[in-house]
């Protein structure tokens, strides 16, 4: 059964999509959610495999919640690592339980830099581009749901930046060692690599500081140090031209993505994932904490350019996931106008495990249960029920 009017073969969701080896049944996949379920130590909850097993299908996509890279690359409590052997070894039945339903398990790599405090890294003042640290304070979440003031960051010396290059390389070998298909490094929301692109946060006046070619120098040897180690066959990015998120307002955000995305095309990794603009300029619902700044960043000004538009033109030979704010028809139309190869769908997987089953037979989505995203405990994370069968 599918929605009225289309056949399997006509529906733009249901059509096959060939992503480096791998052959998609679908173009649903499962954003990276965090979570905050792993153990102080990083180690995931022994039940994440059912978790992430509920949520594939045959030759699906998964990408996981951000894994992180090095214990000073942590933001919050209880977030999963893979950064020693006994977080890859817990990491391999979850891995193992995605394969055995046929699915294609990408892990998303992730350092915070700035977005973190002292309590999260050890006592150490978190790294970043800049001293500038955010303003106000860090919510926490997890077990305690505190707030812990922001502190002043410490702006990388060359020999830190060699050291997280090095970071990053690790944890995507142990990702494959782990299981994991593939990497994909989170490149947005104001973490360690957005803070070194957008000129309004980095005031470095070293190589990595100033003209765009220096902003980009850092997030593109962390690519390439990648591809180095494990294949561009495996390696992806996340990035968000258009989310306002942690002070993210470059003054030329298309030009500073433009050259970005070109430079990513040359490389032909796996995929390039990127939010849609509406995320940011229209929902009700901010990433963390629910609540959104809106920011006019121009898109009457800027008309069709300030669209994923922008970038699907340059990523000729490079697939595209598109993420934020979709339903089953923009969905559809994105992938039919060729704006986006594959959608990523977040909040409504948390509550609909069988969300792709939803989204091709029209069928009502379950609300999802903001107050257990970040909460200790199976409530909310599992326990959902499929949708009935006719």
């Known amino acids: 059964m599918i929605v009225p009017g289309l056949t399997i073969e006509e529906d733009p969701l249901q059509a096959s999509f060939q992503l480096a080896s791998h052959t998609l049944d679908h173009r649903v996949v499962l954003a990276p959610m965090t979570r905050m379920r792993a153990s102080d130590s990083g180690i995931p909850h022994p039940r994440t495999a059912e978790y992430y097993a509920e949520r594939t299908t045959p030759n699906s996509l998964l990408i996981s919640e951000g894994i992180v890279i090095h214990p000073r690359g942590r933001g919050f409590p209880n977030t999963p690592g893979l950064y020693n052997d006994e977080q890859v070894q817990a990491w391999k039945p979850i891995t193992r339980a995605v394969r055995d339903r046929g699915g294609v398990f990408f892990a998303q790599l992730w350092h915070v830099g700035r977005v973190s405090v002292p309590s999260q890294t050890g006592g150490l003042p978190p790294l970043s581009s800049t001293k500038s640290p955010l303003p106000g304070s860090h919510q926490l979440f997890g077990k305690n749901n505190i707030e812990e003031p922001y502190i002043e960051s410490q702006a990388m010396s060359e020999t830190d930046i060699k050291d997280v290059i090095?970071?990053?390389?690790?944890?995507?070998?142990?990702?494959?060692?782990?299981?994991?298909?593939?990497?994909?490094?989170?490149?947005?929301?104001?973490?360690?690599?957005?803070?070194?692109?957008?000129?309004?946060?980095?005031?470095?006046?070293?190589?990595?500081?100033?003209?765009?070619?220096?902003?980009?120098?850092?997030?593109?040897?962390?690519?390439?140090?990648?591809?180095?180690?494990?294949?561009?066959?495996?390696?992806?990015?996340?990035?968000?031209?258009?989310?306002?998120?942690?002070?993210?307002?470059?003054?030329?955000?298309?030009?500073?993505?433009?050259?970005?995305?070109?430079?990513?095309?040359?490389?032909?990794?796996?995929?390039?994932?990127?939010?849609?603009?509406?995320?940011?300029?229209?929902?009700?619902?901010?990433?963390?904490?629910?609540?959104?700044?809106?920011?006019?960043?121009?898109?009457?000004?800027?008309?069709?350019?300030?669209?994923?538009?922008?970038?699907?033109?340059?990523?000729?030979?490079?697939?595209?996931?598109?993420?934020?704010?979709?339903?089953?028809?923009?969905?559809?139309?994105?992938?039919?106008?060729?704006?986006?190869?594959?959608?990523?769908?977040?909040?409504?997987?948390?509550?609909?495990?069988?969300?792709?089953?939803?989204?091709?037979?029209?069928?009502?989505?379950?609300?999802?249960?903001?107050?257990?995203?970040?909460?200790?405990?199976?409530?909310?994370?599992?326990?959902?029920?499929?949708?009935?069968?006719?």
């Open 166 to 390: 090095q970071q990053f390389a690790n944890a995507a070998q142990n990702a494959i060692m782990a299981g994991f298909d593939g990497i994909e490094i989170h490149g947005g929301n104001g973490y360690l690599l957005d803070t070194f692109a957008h000129d309004n946060i980095n005031d470095r006046t070293d190589a990595y500081g100033g003209c765009l070619e220096n902003r980009l120098r850092f997030p593109l040897q962390v690519v390439d140090a990648i591809v180095a180690v494990i294949g561009r066959h495996r390696t992806a990015i996340r990035v968000a031209p258009f989310h306002v998120l942690q002070q993210t307002l470059d003054s030329d955000r298309i030009a500073t993505f433009k050259q970005y995305v070109e430079e990513l095309e040359r490389r032909r990794l796996v995929y390039v994932h990127m939010v849609e603009p509406r995320y940011d300029q229209y929902s009700t619902e901010g990433a963390f904490s629910g609540k959104l700044e809106v920011v006019d960043l121009g898109e009457r000004r800027c008309g069709d350019e300030f669209s994923l538009w922008t970038f699907r033109r340059i990523l000729k030979s490079t697939p595209l996931v598109g993420a934020g704010g979709f339903d089953a028809n923009s969905a559809r139309d994105a992938i039919a106008e060729g704006k986006v190869d594959l959608v990523a769908f977040g909040r409504h997987f948390t509550s609909n495990p069988d969300l792709p089953r939803r989204l091709f037979e029209g069928l009502p989505l379950t609300k999802y249960h903001r107050p257990t995203f970040y909460t200790p405990g199976m409530r909310g994370y599992l326990g959902w029920s499929a949708a009935n069968r006719f």
